[in-house]
């Protein structure tokens, strides 16, 4: 079986054809400044098979951007499927099912009636989701596809976890509540955790941090999300690498007022110019920032240090909120590759029983149990495969 995974963004889509029972992959890659002038890249995973990178080809609309896919992966030279008919179905990413969507979904017109209900909780990415959703449909007319859902898996989280304390009428008129990102991640990492650890998701309490460009920590118990750091918006929670994670609200209007900002400016500052980045005046990627903390920089130190702090600190809070805590997985860029990052967001739980091994620390890539031995809390690395996530839910729903 194989299956197409697409990520369509306003002016970019990414791509890849798997085979969601191995995990194989056939090709991926990406088409970028659609609309614009149109590059395209194709990165075919069987040996002969040449790839294009970052090639101009015309995609006015995101229709030419896949027809450039398809006619690729069947391409009779590089291609590595013999015709379209060995796609068995699209999985699509979308970004945001808000309380319509609690797992993944076959695409019906009244599904795509729903996603596009969702489109004022993600302004910038559902409309782009749905183009790309309806260009696919246009182009491959019979195939099933599928909606999988950044904050389906999130959905589980009880009341308690999700409301915040304004007044009720937010939450039954404009739906403000927390929804939670990164879902499909924390779903896959948190399932491979089970059979790492040769348990049943049923029995293990998990912290899930994905840590990346963008970051979010979520609460797994019994398979189940209950609480994560992301909010309404993917600007709540840890500081990220450009975004300013939770804040007061309060100095919103203490700096608008001062500076004569308006509610875009702000927010231009707490999405694109906070986080490490603002915090550092360095970088917003964690391996410059510790070059420069290894040069002596304090900033740049103390960037590293609020990041892992805060990661921390949520570690805390999620087994106080779980009631204990049998696993931490680091997934995402840099849970999955500093390991720096990672001895500093561990070091001190040694009294809840978090104990890493250090030399263990030092392994990137694959998946690797991080915690001594002896360590009550075992301490997971597992590199995320959101891709896979989506095409095994589109997977399993086709199949029925
Ligand atoms: P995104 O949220 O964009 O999907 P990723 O999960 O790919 O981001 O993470 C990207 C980030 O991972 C980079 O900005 C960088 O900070 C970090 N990263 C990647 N490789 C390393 C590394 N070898 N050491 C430390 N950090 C890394």
């Known amino acids: 079986m194989n299956i197409l995974v697409i990520n369509a963004g306003s002016s970019s889509l990414k791509y890849q054809l798997l085979n969601p029972e191995t995990g194989d992959l056939l090709a991926k890659g990406l088409c970028e400044r659609i609309g614009i002038d149109g590059k395209f890249t ?21 229709s030419e951007a896949i027809q450039a896919v398809l006619d690729a992966l069947v391409d009779a030279k590089n291609g590595v499927i013999g015709s379209m008919k060995e796609i068995d179905a699209v999985g699509h990413r979308v970004v945001h099912g808000g309380e319509k969507f609690a797992s993944s979904v076959l695409i019906t017109d009244e599904v795509m009636a729903a996603i596009e209900e969702c489109n004022p909780l993600a302004p910038l990415h559902n409309p782009a989701n749905i183009i790309g959703i309806k ?197 995402a860029g840099v849970g999955e590759n500093d390991k720096g990052i990672r001895a500093m967001v561990c070091e001190g739980l040694e009294y809840m029983g978090v104990k890493l091994d250090a030399e263990a620390n030092k392994g990137r890539g694959k998946e690797l149990v991080i915690s001594a031995a002896d360590s009550k809390v075992k301490v997971l690395l597992i590199p995320t495969n959101e891709e896979l996530m989506i095409a095994q839910d589109t997977a399993a729903i086709v199949k029925g």
């Open 42 to 62: 194709y990165k075919p995973q069987l040996a002969g098979k040449e790839t294009l990178d970052a090639i101009d080809v015309a995609m006015p609309t995101h």
């Open 135 to 331: 260009a696919c449909q246009a182009l491959m007319p019979g195939t099933p596809m599928v909606a999988v859902f950044d904050t389906a898996f999130h959905q589980t989280m009880p009341p308690k976890a999700y409301m915040y304390a304004l007044p009720y009428a937010y939450y039954e008129n404009d739906k403000v509540r927390r929804y939670g990102f990164h879902g499909t991640s924390h779903k896959y990492v948190s399932g491979r955790a089970a059979a790492m650890l040769g348990k049943k998701p049923e029995e293990l309490k998990l912290v899930s941090c994905h840590l990346g460009n963008g970051s979010s920590i979520a609460a797994v118990d019994g398979g189940k999300s209950v609480d994560t750091s992301m909010g309404f918006t993917p600007l709540a929670g840890l500081p990220m690498g450009t975004r300013a994670g939770d804040l007061d609200a309060g100095i919103l209007q203490y700096l608008m007022n001062k500076y004569g900002m308006n509610i875009d400016e702000m927010l231009n500052i707490l999405n694109k110019k906070s986080g490490v980045e603002g915090l550092s005046c360095v970088s917003s990627d964690f391996r410059d920032l510790e070059n420069a903390a290894n040069s002596g920089d304090e900033k740049a130190k103390l960037a590293e240090e609020k990041f892992a702090y805060e990661v921390k600190k949520y570690v805390g809070a999620y087994a106080a909120a779980m009631g204990g805590v049998d696993a931490i997985i680091f997934t």
